[in-house]
């Protein structure tokens, strides 16, 4: 068994949550706090950032050692936000932007927005 919409949509919640901080994230971070039923592989979520990726929501930041003990210091890739970046729903209601993308990609520089 595969994809269930529920969990893809807490995860897509989690990961775009996660993002408007301006924080680079793996995307296994988004699983932190989701129940997933055994018999469920979590790989079938991996479509999820290939998905927003395709679309400019995110973008390739770098990568790092999983911290998950299961995957025996694999190899992640870590994302940031980008151009066509979406803040959740919840995020958007609540006001909390974590920035603008342009605005986080001119602190990485070290330039000023004024």
């Known amino acids: 068994m595969c994809k269930q919409p529920s969990i893809a949509r807490q995860l897509l919640s989690n990961f775009r949550r996660r993002l408007a901080t301006g924080q680079p994230v793996a995307f296994e971070e988004a699983f932190d706090g989701v129940d997933i039923p055994p018999g469920i592989d979590r790989r079938c979520y991996g479509t999820i950032p290939t998905q927003l990726a395709r679309n400019g929501e995110i973008q390739q930041f770098g990568f790092r050692v999983s911290q998950n003990p299961l995957h025996h210091n694999g190899i992640k890739r870590l994302w940031e ?34």
Do not use: H, I, V
């Open 81 to 114: 936000r980008g151009p066509n970046f979406r803040r959740s729903k919840k995020n958007r209601q609540s006001g909390n932007s974590g920035g603008s993308a342009e605005s986080n990609q001119s602190k990485k520089r070290g330039e000023s927005n004024e």
